[in-house]
């Protein structure tokens, strides 16, 4: 009896051995970029702006051509990257200060209850303080950032958070305005921790002590997003340093601000790679990046001048691609068989993707898709269509099917159809020419939406 209860204890330890081991290699990291537009990396068309990190992480694993953010802002955006729902669905449907709820349920969430230990490090925007919103009561052990989006304009603000205690920084700032967002914009007038930096600097002792654990970064980074209320310092918007290698360029300071931001944090994703190799666990962690949205145009910066959207049309705060598509590389070395993918997938499809990987069971109402195949490049599912809305500057919706792509603008009753195989850029209008695919689309916009939602929708924080 005893050999026997011996035997079994044997078998039980070498399968929770083996079963540690599995969910050992699916450390999960997701690097999110603020406002960096579809063309800003070299691997996606850039010429002038130097980002070799990010290139070769490209090269390595799987670049997306046809990805899109959740929104075409960032509380949105977020929104749907940690819940898999679009914004047909999700909570946060703009820029409003709305939090999360108890019964959300986040990628964070069941990634800590499956084990992992789970890390946001930047700019969160899903609930502020005394709300039900924060990253500890949404999944995460462990948070340091910007909890609001609007004082995350500030690179030099004069506090972050730590989970929930206030940490004073060495800045000194002037508040300027109470933004629509119930946030408050400021601008230092005295500026020595820039927390892009201190972001860095967490991510790299996050993984450093979990490097024997399972865990999930999320890091979402500010740069290159701009402080908006800046130029009441009449200064420009596009906060960094030094313009590094970009200061002998003839080019106006706040694009020479603007690429060093970008270079700057392609450099510090380079350091987290470096650590993953020198930790030895570089095969055992697969790393995203990607953006939450298009380029902006605020700041003084002109997404024009470094052509930020590519081939696209469109901005920040637009439907049109330039506003939500996004690149999206996927680098995982020793597993991933490098390949460019036209697979149309966006940020509601995280969710599931990041659960499949790390053998955790999907919720059954996610809008997403799994884009695990595509990674492992077999044959992957694909979605009856995308879905986005906007309710800032106007009532919007998108749909894209197939290769099409239809925008609706509600309140001038127009809607536009192109044919993206074609026509990227979307500068042809072709909703006379086909009536019948515009109706499906059309109806599609329909009946997303369930029928008790009110635009916007808007929940008190508490």
């Given at each position: 009896m005893r050999l026997l209860s011996l035997l079994l204890t044997l078998i039980l330890l070498t399968g929770c051995r083996a079963k540690e081991e599995q969910v050992k290699r699916n450390n999960i990291i997701f690097i999110l970029a603020d406002d960096l537009g579809y063309g800003d990396l070299g691997s996606y068309g850039q010429s002038q702006i130097y980002t070799p990190r990010l290139d070769s992480m490209a090269a390595a694993g799987i670049r997306f051509t046809n990805h899109y953010s959740g929104s075409t802002v960032c509380a949105p955006s977020r929104c749907v990257l940690m819940t898999g729902l679009d914004t047909g669905n999700c909570r946060i449907r703009g820029n409003g200060r709305v939090p999360l709820q108890p019964e959300d349920v986040t990628l964070a969430k069941l990634l800590n209850r499956a084990g992992y230990k789970t890390g946001i490090i930047g700019k969160w925007a899903l609930g502020d303080i005394g709300s039900t919103g924060t990253p500890d009561k949404q999944g995460f052990d462990y948070f340091y950032g910007y909890l609001n989006q609007t004082r995350a304009h500030n690179y030099y603000t004069d506090y972050l958070w730590e989970n929930e205690t206030k940490i004073l920084l060495n800045n000194e700032i002037e508040i300027v305005q109470e933004s629509y967002a119930k946030g408050l914009g400021s601008y230092a007038t005295k500026k020595v921790d820039y927390s892009h930096d201190l972001f860095t600097e967490k991510a790299l002792?996050?993984?450093?002590?979990?490097?024997?654990?399972?865990?999930?970064?999320?890091?979402?980074?500010?740069?290159?997003?701009?402080?908006?209320?800046?130029?009441?310092?009449?200064?420009?918007?596009?906060?960094?340093?030094?313009?590094?290698?970009?200061?002998?360029?003839?080019?106006?300071?706040?694009?020479?601000?603007?690429?060093?931001?970008?270079?700057?944090?392609?450099?510090?994703?380079?350091?987290?790679?470096?650590?993953?190799?020198?930790?030895?666990?570089?095969?055992?962690?697969?790393?995203?990046?990607?953006?939450?949205?298009?380029?902006?145009?605020?700041?003084?910066?002109?997404?024009?001048?470094?052509?930020?959207?590519?081939?696209?049309?469109?901005?920040?705060?637009?439907?049109?691609?330039?506003?939500?598509?996004?690149?999206?590389?996927?680098?995982?070395?020793?597993?991933?068989?490098?390949?460019?993918?036209?697979?149309?997938?966006?940020?509601?499809?995280?969710?599931?993707?990041?659960?499949?990987?790390?053998?955790?069971?999907?919720?059954?109402?996610?809008?997403?898709?799994?884009f695990m195949p595509t990674i492992f490049q077999y044959q992957q599912p694909t979605h009856q269509f995308l879905y986005w809305e906007f309710h800032e500057r106007g009532k919007k919706q998108a749909v894209r099917m197939d290769k099409y792509k239809a925008i609706r603008f509600l309140e001038e009753d127009r809607v536009e159809l192109y044919d993206l195989s074609t026509d990227p850029g979307e500068q042809l209008d072709i909703a006379a020419d086909h009536p019948q695919v515009l109706a499906r689309m059309v109806y599609h916009m329909n009946h997303t939406r369930s029928p008790s939602d009110e635009w916007p929708l808007e929940l008190p924080v508490e």
């Amino acid at each position: 009896m005893r050999l026997l209860s011996l035997l079994l204890t044997l078998i039980l330890l070498t399968g929770c051995r083996a079963k540690e081991e599995q969910v050992k290699r699916n450390n999960i990291i997701f690097i999110l970029a603020d406002d960096l537009g579809y063309g800003d990396l070299g691997s996606y068309g850039q010429s002038q702006i130097y980002t070799p990190r990010l290139d070769s992480m490209a090269a390595a694993g799987i670049r997306f051509t046809n990805h899109y953010s959740g929104s075409t802002v960032c509380a949105p955006s977020r929104c749907v990257l940690m819940t898999g729902l679009d914004t047909g669905n999700c909570r946060i449907r703009g820029n409003g200060r709305v939090p999360l709820q108890p019964e959300d349920v986040t990628l964070a969430k069941l990634l800590n209850r499956a084990g992992y230990k789970t890390g946001i490090i930047g700019k969160w925007a899903l609930g502020d303080i005394g709300s039900t919103g924060t990253p500890d009561k949404q999944g995460f052990d462990y948070f340091y950032g910007y909890l609001n989006q609007t004082r995350a304009h500030n690179y030099y603000t004069d506090y972050l958070w730590e989970n929930e205690t206030k940490i004073l920084l060495n800045n000194e700032i002037e508040i300027v305005q109470e933004s629509y967002a119930k946030g408050l914009g400021s601008y230092a007038t005295k500026k020595v921790d820039y927390s892009h930096d201190l972001f860095t600097e967490k991510a790299l002792e996050f993984i450093d002590s979990n490097a024997d654990s399972t865990f999930f970064l999320y890091l979402p980074y500010t740069v290159p997003h701009a402080n908006n209320e800046s130029h009441f310092n009449n200064e420009h918007g596009m906060e960094v340093p030094d313009y590094g290698m970009y200061a002998s360029k003839d080019w106006p300071e706040v694009e020479q601000g603007a690429a060093a931001m970008i270079t700057r944090m392609d450099r510090d994703i380079g350091r987290i790679l470096d650590l993953l190799e020198e930790k030895g666990i570089a095969e055992n962690t697969i790393v995203f990046f990607s953006s939450d949205n298009g380029p902006h145009q605020e700041g003084g910066h002109d997404a024009d001048f470094f052509d930020s959207n590519g081939p696209l049309r469109g901005i920040k705060r637009d439907l049109y691609e330039g506003g939500i598509r996004v690149p999206l590389i996927v680098y995982w070395p020793g597993t991933i068989v490098p390949a460019v993918s036209d697979h149309p997938s966006a940020f509601w499809d995280f969710m599931p993707t990041a659960l499949d990987l790390a053998s955790v069971y999907t919720p059954e109402n996610l809008d997403g898709i799994s884009f695990m195949p595509t990674i492992f490049q077999y044959q992957q599912p694909t979605h009856q269509f995308l879905y986005w809305e906007f309710h800032e500057r106007g009532k919007k919706q998108a749909v894209r099917m197939d290769k099409y792509k239809a925008i609706r603008f509600l309140e001038e009753d127009r809607v536009e159809l192109y044919d993206l195989s074609t026509d990227p850029g979307e500068q042809l209008d072709i909703a006379a020419d086909h009536p019948q695919v515009l109706a499906r689309m059309v109806y599609h916009m329909n009946h997303t939406r369930s029928p008790s939602d009110e635009w916007p929708l808007e929940l008190p924080v508490e």
